[in-house]
């Protein structure tokens, strides 16, 4: 008779993911160089004008740094595995921003014209707005796919922004520039810097659902593959909505920065370099149509072709009814007399710009007192937050996500484009800010948004996967031994 059967049990064990670094640590350093280098700036700026340190020095590296940890906190918190550059770069180039503007408020001309005194406090508090709305994205938007049911809602709310500075009463009436601002109580908003990022999700949303049939080539035609004339439906309604812009808010900045965002979005979603050829084409044939017959255009694309005959002009005080910009010339000459080192933090007169020099032209600030080398290492730190972004789009798991972070660096690359290439002189003026530098709480406050995105999307496409769960059938194996 055998005897009673022995029966042991193994139990399977379950490997789990390696996990990915956080880098925290990697963002704190990075960011107490993104804090002190502003703040030698500003000492320096202060011993140039006065030959003595500011008396501000302090409270604004405090209030920097304060800022700068407050959003390290809550990346450590609610978003641990986000890419560990994007806080410092956006950090240090507010900050350089904050000295340029501290700069530009000394300036007694500035002062006589009301365009100076106060505007760096101001910035310091746009700032902290904008840090806070950092802070409310990262903390509940849990997840960036969440943001794709409000595909259709997003196409409402921008063309509401959009249309905002439209309404009578509402819009506000400006003496230059476009009518792309509001006027709420004594502050202006500019809707158009909220649009973009609102549009970007509404873009991703709808060529996520619609990229395979953007895709489809009916015939090839001189090496491109020609969409169907049902697929070109999409591209030419964004089309008439930026030449609305152009033509209405005389806006040439916006329109170009939000028909470039799509073009990008729609290249990526369908690999079709003929997205890329129309875009181009569109975007030249409604430029070129709209500068034939409005005098806003006309004029900043006279002063792009011959700035120093608008000065002249400008100078002389023409009546012919057209108002000659005198700003194209006076950048050129701000980046000519900054040569390749730069005249030196506060040793610049860049003030002679007047009203547009914390704002449109603050990049100019730059070249003159930073020169060349000053000005490719700030367009370098751009192209680096651009960079994170395209690599945060690549690391993204979801289609959503990768057409989200594609989209919102694209639109942060084409504004810094249209920006520093109408100030330098390689396309005409556009009158849009210099993200993180140029004075305007609209600005900043939107653009530290769609920082607060990229780092969620970061997040998640760098969160380790979870580990699978046990197979229950795998969970225990019987060995039964005779006796």
């Known amino acids: 008779m055998s005897s009673p059967t022995n029966t042991s049990t193994q139990h399977t064990s379950t490997i789990g993911a390696i996990g990915t670094p956080s880098r925290r640590n990697t963002e704190l350093a990075l960011l107490a160089f993104a804090v002190v280098i502003p703040v030698f700036a500003y000492a320096n700026v202060g011993l140039a004008l006065n030959d003595q340190v500011p008396a501000g020095l302090a409270a604004y590296g405090i209030g920097l740094g304060v800022l700068a940890g407050i959003g390290h906190l809550v990346i450590r918190k609610f978003a641990p595995y986000a890419d560990p550059l994007m806080l410092p770069l956006a950090t240090l180039l507010n900050g350089l921003g904050l000295v340029a503007i501290w700069r530009l408020d000394q300036s007694e001309l500035l002062q006589q014209i009301g365009q100076a005194g106060g505007?760096?406090?101001n910035q310091l508090v746009y700032t902290a707005m904008g840090i806070a709305l950092l802070v409310a994205v990262l903390i509940f938007l849990k997840d960036h796919r969440t943001l794709q049911r409000y595909t259709y809602i997003s196409m409402a709310g921008a063309l509401v922004l959009l249309l905002l500075p439209l309404v009578p009463g509402l819009g506000a009436e400006l003496t230059y520039g476009a009518k792309i601002w509001i006027q709420v109580g004594s502050f202006t908003i500019q809707?158009?810097?909220f649009a973009k990022i609102v549009l970007a999700i509404f873009f991703a949303g709808y060529l996520m659902v619609k990229r395979d049939a953007l895709a489809l080539a009916s015939r090839r035609f001189m090496g491109l593959y020609l969409p169907r004339g049902r697929d070109l439906g999409p591209i030419i309604v964004v089309w008439a909505i930026s030449i609305l812009i152009l033509v209405f808010e005389t806006d040439l900045g916006t329109s170009l920065l939000f028909f470039g965002m799509f073009v990008i979005m729609l290249y990526v979603a369908t690999e079709r370099t003929s997205w890329i050829v129309f875009g181009l084409l569109m975007s030249a044939a409604g430029a070129v149509?709209?500068?034939?017959?409005e005098p806003h255009v006309q004029t900043r694309v006279q002063a792009w072709l011959d700035p120093y005959r608008e000065y002249q002009l400008s100078r002389a005080g023409t009546n012919d009814g057209i108002i000659h910009s005198e700003q194209a010339m006076q950048a050129l000459w701000a980046f000519g007399s900054g040569g390749t080192l730069g005249t030196g933090w506060g040793?610049?007169?860049?003030?002679?710009?007047r009203f547009a020099a914390n704002?449109?032209?603050?990049?100019?600030?730059?070249?003159e007192e930073l020169g060349l080398t000053g000005v490719m290492a700030i367009l370098l730190i751009y192209g680096l937050i651009v960079e994170r972004g395209i690599r945060t789009a690549l690391a993204a798991r979801d289609p959503f996500g990768k057409l989200l972070a594609v989209g919102l660096s694209g639109a942060f690359a084409l504004q810094v484009f249209v920006v520093a290439g109408g100030v330098m002189g390689l396309i005409p003026l556009t009158g849009m800010t210099m993200p993180f530098l140029a004075y305007g709480g609209s600005s900043v406050i939107a653009n530290w948004a769609l920082i607060g995105v990229l780092i969620r999307i970061s997040d998640t496409a760098r969160r380790p996967a979870p580990a699978p769960a046990p197979n229950p059938d795998a969970e225990m194996t019987q060995v039964v031994r005779p006796s």
């Open 119 to 121: 505007k760096a406090t």
């Open 191 to 193: 809707p158009g810097e």
């Open 289 to 293: 149509g709209v500068a034939s017959f």
């Open 347 to 353: 040793q610049g007169h860049s003030e002679l710009i």
């Open 359 to 367: 704002s449109d032209f603050i990049l100019a600030t730059f070249g």
